[in-house]
């Protein structure tokens, strides 16, 4: 099995920049498309970013697409969230999250993620 463990939020000011980064073990990532997910109070959760480990293509949301990045460094098993401009709205708790994926493509396939961090706090005020 994968385990996931998300770290890097806080508080922070409508504006500031955040990174979040997410650190795999119990296994390689190799293969896999490894996503940022959050989830606020009330609302559904969100898929945000995915990228895939074998070629680094990446797909984003169009809420936070030109504001968020997501990159990995599949020796160290991390995977990263670079988050700009951060807005009240982006206030939720984020998770990284992984499934096999062997043809490259990491767009959708959300019941597929099986493994799960166990999320960080995001605050923006």
């Known amino acids: 099995d994968v385990q996931l463990v998300e770290s890097g939020g806080g508080s922070v000011a409508t504006g500031d920049s955040l990174k979040l980064s997410c650190e795999a073990s119990g296994g390689t990532i190799n293969e896999k498309c490894l996503g940022w997910f959050r989830q606020a109070p009330g609302r559904e959760r969100e898929a945000l970013a995915s990228?895939?480990?074998?070629?680094?293509?990446?797909t984003y949301a169009d809420s936070v697409k030109g504001r968020f990045t997501i990159s990995r460094d599949n020796a160290k098993s991390m995977v990263y969230l670079h988050m700009n401009a951060l807005q009240l709205n982006d206030t939720a708790k984020y998770y990284c999250?992984?499934?096999?994926?062997?043809?490259?493509?990491?767009?959708?396939?959300?019941?597929?993620?099986?493994?799960w961090g166990q999320g960080t706090q995001v605050t923006v005020s």
């Open positions: 990228i895939y480990t074998g070629d680094g293509i990446t």
């Open positions: 999250a992984a499934r096999f994926e062997f043809y490259g493509n990491c767009d959708g396939w959300e019941e597929k993620y099986i493994y």
